[in-house]
């Protein structure tokens, strides 16, 4: 079974500085995709990042980075230059690779971050 | 390009009550999943269409069900409410032929059984 944990109900950053979100996993899928989504308070998910578990480099989307380590199975975001707009729910969430499970993503909890001024 | 929408945004049932929940894809995407979101809590996944059928299910009862149109739009259906399917049903759409096969969600509907 597919399990994500994320252990930091909430996170406060200081405008401009970065900050991560952990996030660990757990699964017996040989192949498998890690994604970062924000939530506002509007309700919608916005994809942030994807890291595959067989890439080599960490994933980079501007201000956004992943820090994977595959063998801690650990997939950490990594928000740099933060700003007040960067306040919002982050949930980590995984997938398996096989073309029948896209689509199904298993979410952790989430954690809230609070950016100030 | 329009991205994910889904209708109604927010809605008001009472327990026992049927509901019926759209979502319409992004452009270009053959796939809709949906999930639902309780207060505090990460998605949970429901089922997926794909070409019409449903293709994968979640832990859901039998009361959650849905259809998929030509279309590619969907629907979600719950029948006789209970107090816990209070939530926010979101609806994603992918594209089964990517590579990486990006979700898209939208806004989603919140549900509130009374």
């Known amino acids: 079974a597919q399990k994500i944990t994320q252990t930091q109900p909430g996170m406060f950053v200081q405008e401009k500085e970065a900050v991560t979100l952990d996030c660990t996993y757990d699964t017996s899928d040989p192949s498998y995709g890690l994604f970062w989504y924000k939530q506002p308070s509007s309700g919608e998910m916005i994809f942030l990042i994807y890291q595959g578990s067989y890439d080599q480099q960490n994933a980079t989307e501007g201000r956004y980075s992943l820090n994977f380590q595959k063998a801690r199975k650990s997939a950490n975001l990594v928000i740099s230059a933060s700003q007040l707009g960067d306040s919002a729910m982050y949930f980590c969430?995984?997938?398996?690779?096989?073309?029948?499970?896209?689509?199904?993503?298993?979410f952790g909890r989430g954690t809230q971050l609070t950016v100030w001024p | 390009d329009a991205g994910v929408t889904q209708s109604p945004t927010h809605l008001i049932k009472t327990r026992g009550q049927q509901v019926t929940l759209r979502c319409s894809p992004k452009?270009?995407?053959?796939?809709v999943s949906w999930y639902q979101q309780a207060l505090g809590q990460g998605p949970q996944f429901i089922f997926q269409?794909?070409?019409?059928?449903?293709?994968q299910r979640g832990n859901f009862p039998d009361r959650f069900s849905g259809h998929q149109f030509p279309n590619y739009s969907s629907e979600l259906n719950v029948n006789a409410l209970l107090l816990g399917d209070s939530a926010l049903y979101l609806c994603?759409?992918?594209?089964?032929?990517?590579?990486?096969?990006?979700?898209?969600f939208g806004e989603g509907s919140r549900l509130t059984v009374l």
């Open positions: 452009s270009g995407h053959d796939t």
């Open positions: 994603a759409s992918s594209d089964e032929g990517a590579s990486t096969g990006e979700l898209f």
């Open positions: 269409y794909y070409e019409e059928e449903e293709r």
């Open positions: 969430a995984m997938r398996g690779e096989g073309g029948s499970t896209l689509g199904r993503l298993y």
